[in-house]
């Protein structure tokens, strides 16, 4: 709760006061987030910088649409893509790409982006102030959020060539993480927030299997003990790591 709440920066993560942490996210995201990018010269237009950050906040973890973020920030689509390319290049969050497939099913082509810490997410959306509740659409975001970072942050950790992607078919099948092992195997994952996740809300996965049939199709969620639901392992969050290493 506390690492979807206000991220996992140690000097964060260890205070114990909530509102010592809204302070310093918020003056991380103010003198760091902007005045580093605003002394090292990366952009020209610090007012139209600072706008792109809301809205890119706003749209962390969507399926990236750079004209209407153009549309929104005032800027041109370019100048967007600069934008989020300055942000992947210091490391402030990262691109994640979706899943290309040699078969004929027509899936979208524009990636997903994710800033690098929940905290720092919600303070760029003012949203601290605000707990996060069980079973609401902000808390599912962040805990999808939570899971593909520590993935992504764990497979560089144990230096693994592993491939991430997200599935989406523009008929709207859909599944939250891919993970490409370098034999070609797939581990197809969708995260649920809930304790008991429910076959009608995992049908992503049997898209996906239905090109590859060989993938194996993993449902993290809150549950306290791993089961079988058809072809799929329902599996407590904590135990993905183990089919990592």
């Known amino acids: 709760e506390q690492a979807l709440n206000y991220g996992t920066l140690p000097a964060i993560y260890l205070e114990e006061d909530d509102f010592a942490k809204e302070q310093v996210l918020k003056a991380y995201i103010n003198t760091y987030l902007k005045e580093e990018i605003k002394e090292e010269s990366l952009v020209r ?54 899943f290309a497939s040699s078969h004929r099913t027509r899936l979208v082509k524009h990636p997903k982006f994710y800033f690098f810490d929940t905290g720092v997410h919600r303070a760029l959306t003012n949203k601290l102030s605000l707990k996060l509740e069980k079973k609401t ?33 523009e008929a709207g099948a859909e599944v939250d993480l891919i993970i490409k092992k370098p034999d070609d195997s797939f581990l197809a994952i969708e995260i649920k927030a809930s304790i008991n996740p429910e076959l ?32 799929i392992t329902i ?11």
């Open 235 to 245: 599996l407590p969050w904590q135990e993905i790591f183990e089919y990592l290493v």
């Open 45 to 98: 237009n610090i007012k139209g910088f600072s706008n792109f950050l809301r809205f890119s906040a706003e749209e962390n973890g969507n399926v990236l649409n750079f004209s209407n973020i153009a549309r929104d920030t005032g800027v041109d689509s370019k100048t967007v893509k600069e934008y989020f390319q300055i942000l992947e290049d210091t490391l402030i969050g990262f691109f994640l790409m979706p």
């Open 137 to 169: 659409k902000a808390y599912g975001n962040a805990f999808e959020h939570f899971i593909i970072k520590e993935l992504m942050n764990y497979s560089n950790y144990i230096n693994k060539d592993y491939d991430f992607f997200f599935y989406r078919t």
């Open 200 to 231: 009608k809300n995992l049908k992503g996965l049997f898209s996906f299997k239905d090109l590859y049939p060989e993938a194996e199709l993993i449902c993290l969620s809150q549950a306290t003990k791993r089961r079988k639901l058809k072809e």
